[in-house]
């Protein structure tokens, strides 16, 4: 059994962590994911664990939280609902119980059909609104492209990833780097990714270089889709738009690349490439306070 | 004319047989075009049709791509003597700038009646195709000998602005000239 430790704190950053231990190891290799010691995770956090579990062969154990704070906080965010059919769990699970999360605006959610992205806008338009304006300040024209990026998100795994995936959002408060409060969305899958749905539409552009971050930055930050209609590819370009608008920070991971849309306040790099592999496409919204008001 | 109005949420409802009145999800877009486009089949010799985007809820870049960008596609690519010329309404100051961002995307432009009551050409069009438009406007209908003088080009350039803004579908062929997309027939 390979034990594959859980970082203290998951969230897009850490999660590397966990790709880069189970790099060397065969898909179907026996794998013991242990959380024991996480105390908190982000919405990509949990989507991406989720995620993972889908790309193992051999279903994969999983050790969760110690801290009942953690692991009943994972349930409330019904990361367990899913987790259950994906791992093979060990040791005690809180059950959800019907209190309501108040930081968590969509608890973890699948994702596979058209219908699914109307139900989870719709779930969380109300109070998306209260959060955008009065957590975080924002204009209330902000409410429509929260909505917006969201569906596009959501979409990209309907149209593009082949097999379902997961969305989380929630808002929180991000001492770490900022102080403010932010909202995040989590959009994670682990279908095809995004070079290969290129390719499949012969879409790749005339390059020497053909890989994970140049098909990256072909769709998201050029705008191309793996279809030849001229109004594909403008789901990413209006996330952009609407992220520049209010500082926001857009990353997306797809096999062994990542690219970010990086506001002025994070110290993110615009882009990665070997990192350790990962299928499908992983992406993340964050959405800060604003200040100035 | 008889105005003409096709409520878009109305169609929204009824293609995908939901409640939410949220114009999201290239399937979605799809499914309302479709039937907006077979309403407007039914409406088309000559006359003018309002879509009233005013109960919908929230949009996305991919549904607007469907029932914004495809349909004036569509329209422009048809026979001009069939008619087919739409003005949007109701579509509200959140809808309007990633409306705008489909059309420019696309080269495309519409005639939107704005919330205070007034048309507004929206989308890429050049400097000169919206003065024309909007001469035409002021005036309900123009010949290009008319508006060659305040245009301060020849009537030649002036009468192939005004050919475009047709074809475009912004301002009708009429027998005498240009006539602006009639708004104040469709306001009920």
Known sequence: ?293 | MAPHTIDVCAVLRSAVNQNYGNLLTRDTGMAVRHQIERELAAHREGGITSLDFSSIGLMDYSCADEVVAKLLVLLQNDDLTRGGYVVFRGIGEDHLELVESVLTHHGLALVCLCEDGKPRLIGRVSEAERRAWDMVRVRGHAAPAELADEFGFGEDFVAEVLDELSRRRLVRRGSNGFQALDVADMVQ
Not at chain 1, 33 to 43: C, H, K, L, V
């Open chain 1, 1 to 293: 059994m390979n034990v594959i430790t859980v970082p203290p704190s998951l969230d897009d950053q850490t999660f590397e962590q966990v790709l880069e231990q189970l790099a060397p190891l065969p898909a179907d290799a026996r794998i013991l994911i242990d959380a024991r010691n996480t105390t908190w995770a982000s919405p990509y956090g949990l989507t991406a664990l989720l995620t993972l579990a889908q790309t193992r062969a051999e279903k994969p154990q999983f050790m969760p939280p110690e801290r009942d704070d953690t692991s009943s906080y994972w349930s409330r965010a019904r990361f367990f609902d899913y987790a259950g059919e994906l791992f093979e769990i060990k040791g005690k699970v809180p059950a959800r119980g019907t209190e309501r999360e108040s930081r968590t605006l969509l608890e973890v959610t699948p994702v596979s059909r058209s219908d699914d992205v109307h139900k989870v806008v719709e779930r969380i338009k109300d109070k998306a609104a209260n959060i955008l304006t009065q957590n975080l300040h924002l204009e209330s024209r902000a409410v429509m492209g929260f909505a917006m990026a969201l569906s596009e998100a959501c979409q990209n795994i309907v149209e593009h990833a082949g097999r379902g995936g997961w969305v989380a959002v929630q808002n929180y408060n991000y001492r770490k780097r900022m102080g403010r409060h932010v909202v995040q969305i989590a959009v994670c899958d682990a279908g095809v990714g995004i070079r290969q749905s290129l390719e499949s539409g012969n879409r790749r552009p005339l390059t020497d270089r053909w890989d994970d971050g140049v098909a990256l930055e072909t769709a998201v930050i050029q705008g191309t889709s793996r279809f030849p209609d001229p109004g594909r590819g403008q789901g990413f370009k209006g996330i952009r738009g609407y992220l520049r608008k209010w500082k926001g920070k857009l990353a997306v991971r797809s096999g062994t690349a990542r690219v970010a849309e990086v506001p002025p306040w994070d110290d993110d790099v615009v882009r990665r490439d070997h990192l350790a592999p990962m299928p499908g496409t992983q992406l993340f919204i964050m959405i800060p306070e604003e200040l100035e008001r």
